[in-house]
């Protein structure tokens, strides 16, 4: 099946069977390798990407799925000046250990905070659930709630303001 | 006391650093007129270290300036790369920003003598026996906590070595003296009229000059990198999803090979039922059979994966073991009954006072499961064959082994292999085995001329592990009134780690089961004051393999004798802080590792209702570890883990928050095994094969962690491992001060325990 992915907002045409997880499109296909293998069963979530926003787990996504979504991936959410805040918060708290969990960590946390920018710990941790097998979460969590106060400091500023 | 005499009739170390470089590639020659018997240790071909002038064989200057340091230790998330580079830079006189980092060839310089030699009093001075003959086996391998210990003096004469050669270079070029030459940020000033000349200026001129005598090191005063927080050089990248682990490398034309291992312990694969009709599937180019097991190599990791799993396959299973956990198990309770094989410590007479006071011995026994590494990458490697050459990517925790191992299945001569390593998606000790080499290697020797990488799936890689050993023990103990240990007896049931692995390795290695002293590591040499004390094993042996898992024989060691100390408190009925600080008098860095983690955590003081907690203190590496955990009771078993004091004493650090990310990343894998950790055997398979049955402990269930860092001037200790032992141990404890209940086996959701 021919299928044109809009991926980080540049169209790329495959051929491949439906089924193929939107992973293997992307690591094999496209050689886009930032996101990673971990399970292949959508346990780990190291092939985090988002579609249309929203978080999914590439291996087990068809890529039949994928073909009409806007699809983003660690690649794609730096500008070609500046890193997403995501990304500087995690060199900021030198987050990652081996890293090969963390492109996976920073999509969720994209995802995160693109639906809920000033996320309480509690859903912090029901909306990560990956697993990192160095262990770096105290620093997720450390890194992901800086960016919740910085949204909280902005948010007074403007009632401040207003 | 940087600085130590050599000692007289050793080689000293060096030697080999005091040696003249080569510009470009090439062979390293001269070596300063100072002798070095050992031939092989001088020589580096500085392939795949790039453009410019070699100072010696860590650190090459391109004219742009550029300062490519060839770092030999991997990196797999401890922080190596920075802190080894922190090493030279500091000597070299160079900022971290102007530092690229390679990783060389498995050559002599680059063997890491520390982590067998493990004689960290002369290791600076000269080579030990140990260091001489393991100086000829060239191993270049990254574990044993041993990187920064190996690295502390080779990498800052490193340095200090080239920023001689280049004040001297200077010197020659502005016709001064050598001592008007000051090294400052990638350049030589000259302190008489302020003119400068950078580094990339300099290099060429500056390899080809000689010393002749062992450069100063800074004084420790002086660092102005070393021991402060550096950022990380890995992490930008790792943050873009550009960093290149094993898995991502595209050679062109690559291909990639899903592979099948047999599928019950000692079988084989002998052929295939659908061949044919698994070579005419989309995408599929070949189906091969290996001495191994069975691969299908493919144009997509997918479509090979799927073809590897309806591969049909044909098991000789003549010599097949139908072992099972419950086998296994029995075997090690007839080991405990058994005379020891090995007794690895002995003080006083240990049977005669246990034989006296029979009614009041405190008596117990432990045991742990199997448990696999499970890498958050799964295992790969990519080779390259051709006719006079092979190539192989991939991350790996031993170069030297790699070579080797490609070397033997290719029958290609060690120097035509080059090796492109990667970064490392997890090691933990699985990364530094053969296996996946070989069988990367004996697949793509079918496909000559194409870079296929050879990919285990998840449940390949955790069903083909070698294990950290399943292990029970037994204590006796007589504990006094007043908190003395008469007498404590720990006899263990395991197999040989280091015995094993070793037979395996590449080239293989022999040490005596009776020598392994990684069984009772951890068991042994304990701080306390105990008036007699007797430390034992029993060998098992049977055919799962058993290989290095981090912290290896302190990861059970000190989960059975923290928490018997626990017990021995409690029969004495004293507090566990306090009993074992009244048995560390003549351990002193013990002593303030525990009175630091009990400071930390106002243990004097009482906890808020249902919140309880417990404490464990081990060394190992070099290096101790003091912990306390508190939780919190939510129901009859169920806990949450709210928080980890953590106290370190490594010595001499040199990027406190690697060291401190090294805790937290020990204290969650320990947690993990703790929690979920379990591998068993059925009918000679392994029962698990993916997360949902092996689980990891994930970010709501993880503790807040604060660990602090004694500061003091020993020599480093390591801090890749250390972190783990203590967690479960301060965790049973916890919950035994919450539940009244010993739990004496692992992992506790087994035995209904849920943390949230």
């Excluded at chain 2, 590897?308 to 029995?330: N, P, R, Y």
């Amino acid at each position: 099946m021919k299928y044109t992915l809009n991926i980080n907002q540049q169209n790329h045409q495959v051929d491949v069977e439906a089924a193929m997880p939107l992973l293997w499109v992307l690591r094999d296909e496209l050689n886009l390798t930032g996101t990673k293998f971990g399970c292949g069963i959508a346990s780990c979530g190291a092939c985090t990407v988002l579609l249309d926003g929203k978080p999914v787990r590439s291996c087990s996504y068809p890529v039949s799925g994928a073909a009409d979504k806007k699809i983003t991936t660690i690649e794609g959410i730096a500008s070609e000046a500046k890193l997403s805040a995501v990304q500087e918060a995690w060199i900021e708290h030198q987050v990652p250990q081996c890293g090969y969990c963390q492109s996976g960590m920073i999509m969720a946390t994209e995802a995160l905070l693109q639906e809920n920018p000033n996320p309480s710990l509690e859903e912090i941790e029901s909306a990560i659930t990956n697993i990192c097998r160095c262990g770096t979460y105290s620093r997720i969590r450390q890194a992901i709630l800086s960016l919740a106060k910085k949204v909280n400091a902005a948010d007074k500023t403007q009632t401040e303001k207003a | 006391m940087e600085e130590k005499k050599s000692k007289k009739n050793k080689w000293t170390r060096r030697a080999f650093m005091i040696a003249g470089g080569v510009a470009g590639t090439g062979l390293l020659v001269g070596i300063g007129g100072l002798i070095h018997v050992n031939q092989t240790i001088r020589y580096y071909s500085g392939k795949g270290l790039g453009e410019g002038s070699s100072l010696n064989a860590w650190i090459r200057i391109a004219p742009d300036n550029t300062i490519t340091l060839a770092i030999p230790r991997v990196e797999m998330g401890q922080g190596s790369y920075t802190g080894l580079a922190m090493m030279i830079a500091e000597e070299l006189e160079v900022d971290m920003e102007s530092i690229r980092i390679v990783h060389p060839q498995p050559e002599s310089p680059y063997a890491n003598l520390f982590i067998f030699a493990q004689s960290e009093t002369n290791i600076f001075d000269g080579y030990s026996i140990n260091e001489k003959l393991f100086s000829y086996l060239n191993l270049v391998i990254t574990g044993g906590s041993s990187s920064i210990t190996d690295g502390y003096y080779n990498m800052r004469y490193a340095g200090a070595t080239a920023r001689e050669m280049l004040k001297k270079a200077a010197a020659q070029q502005w016709k001064t003296d050598v001592k008007n030459c000051k090294a400052e940020s990638g350049f030589i000033i000259n302190q008489g009229n302020q003119e400068k000349l950078s580094y990339g200026e300099l290099a060429s001129a500056a390899a080809k000059i000689k010393v002749s005598s062992t450069p100063e090191l800074k004084n420790r005063k002086d660092w102005k990198k070393v021991g402060k927080p550096v950022k990380r050089l890995d992490i930008p990248e790792k943050v873009q999803g550009k960093a290149t682990f094993g898995i991502d490398v595209r050679p062109e034309n690559v291909l990639y090979a899903a592979f099948r291992h047999p599928s019950v312990l000692g079988a084989k694969i002998t052929g295939f039922k659908n061949k044919a009709d698994i070579e005419k599937q989309a995408g599929i180019k070949k189906v091969v059979l290996t001495e191994f097991g069975a691969a299908v190599i493919a144009d997509n990791t997918w479509r090979a994966k799927n073809a590897a799993l309806a591969l049909q396959v044909i098991e000789d299973e003549k010599e097949s073991v139908k072992i099972s956990t419950a086998s296994i198990g029995k075997e090690l309770d007839i080991l405990l009954k058994k005379p020891a094989f090995a007794e690895h410590e002995k003080e006083g007479d240990v049977d005669k006072v246990l034989a006296e006071k029979q009614k009041t011995i405190i008596q117990a026994q432990y045991e742990v499961p199997y448990l696999a590494h499970a890498t958050m990458e799964p295992l790969n490697c990519t080779v390259l064959v051709k006719d006079d050459a092979v190539d192989v990517w991939l991350g790996h925790q031993a170069s030297s082994t790699v070579r080797n191992a490609v070397s033997k299945v290719s029958k290609m001569d060690a120097s035509k292999i080059m090796i492109h390593m990667q970064y490392l998606g997890g090691g933990f000790g699985r990364r530094g085995e053969a296996d996946f080499v070989k069988i990367a290697t004996a697949v793509a020797m079918q496909m000559k001329g194409t870079p296929v990488m050879t990919v285990f799936t998840r449940e390949e890689d955790m069903r083909n592990d070698v294990y950290r050993p399943a292990v029970k023990c037994e204590f006796k103990a007589l504990v006094q009134k007043d908190g003395t240990i008469e007498a404590w007896d720990h006899k263990l049931a395991l197999q040989s780690v280091v015995h094993e692995t070793m037979k395996r390795a590449e080239p293989p290695l022999s040490i005596s089961v009776k020598d392994d002293t990684a069984t009772t590591e951890g068991a042994r040499e304990l701080p306390y004051e105990m008036k007699n004390r007797r430390v034992s094993f029993g060998n098992l042996v049977v055919p799962v393999k058993v290989g290095f898992w981090r912290s290896v024989g302190s990861s059970q060691n000190a989960f059975f004798t923290e928490c018997f100390m626990d017990e021995c408190a409690h029969a004495a009925g004293i507090d566990p802080y306090q009993f074992r600080l009244s048995k560390l008098d003549k351990a002193p860095r013990f002593k303030k590792v525990l009175q630091k983690v009990a400071e930390m955590s106002h243990w004097n003081k009482a906890l808020a209702k249902d919140r309880y907690r417990g404490i464990a203190l081990h060394k190992c590496f070099g290096s101790i570890v003091g912990q306390v955990v508190e939780i919190t009771k939510l129901g009859e078993k169920e806990f949450s883990i709210d928080k980890f004091y953590c106290v370190v004493d490594c010595g001499t650090y040199i990027n406190p928050d690697s060291v401190k990310a090294q805790m937290e990343s020990g204290i969650i894998f320990g947690l993990s095994a703790a929690l979920f950790g379990e591998i068993t055997w059925q009918d000679g398979k392994v029962q698990q094969s993916n997360f949902p049955q092996y689980d990891m402990i994930r970010l709501k269930a993880s503790p807040e962690i604060e660990t602090y860092i004694i500061e003091n001037e020993e020599f480093p200790g390591g801090v890749g491992e250390p972190g783990t032992p203590p967690a479960a141990p301060a965790l049973a404890n916890a919950l035994f001060a919450a539940t009244g209940v010993r739990e004496r086996s692992l992992p506790l959701v087994k035995l209904g325990y849920k943390f949230v």
